[in-house]
């Protein structure tokens, strides 16, 4: 079964104290009630780039441009008891939009400090990718959900080099 191919955005802000990121809490959907990544699928047609774009000018009302857009890495989601959910994510990181970001139907966006990101209302999996990619790191990340569909049974994560560098 092939997997999705999904995008993830993440916006970068600096702060009195330290950096934030944009993150949202997930209102319908896969991941329900979780805080997320700005982000979804792409569309046939689409790059990666394009699609993170659009994912986030429908997700947070901000416009993104894709030359703004900072390549961070890819993470291969599998879901070994759900295959049909496994998802190979780009994802990008940006510290440059125009807009405030706001409520959609589907997010509610709220800035976290990086040092201190919402790991127990997110997937498992993200702190062991997210922080590394924020700080500079360009990594390809797999990551085993365990049967439960919630755990992280295996990570594995190798150097990344963007195709279109």
Sequence with gaps: ??????????????????EHVLLGTKKTGFGRGKVVGVGGHVEAGETASEAACREVMEEINVVVQ????????TVDFVFPAKPEWNMATTV???????????ESDEIAPAWFPVAQ???NRMWADAEHWLPAMISGQRIAVTVALAADNENVADVYTVAWVDPES
């Design 66 to 73: 894709a030359k703004d857009l900072i390549p961070a890495g």
């Design 1 to 18: 079964m092939t997997a999705a191919h999904v995008t993830l955005c993440f916006l970068l802000r600096d702060a009195a104290d330290g």
């Design 117 to 119: 990101l919402p790991v």
């Design 92 to 102: 990008f990181l940006t510290r440059e939009w125009d807009g405030e970001p706001s």
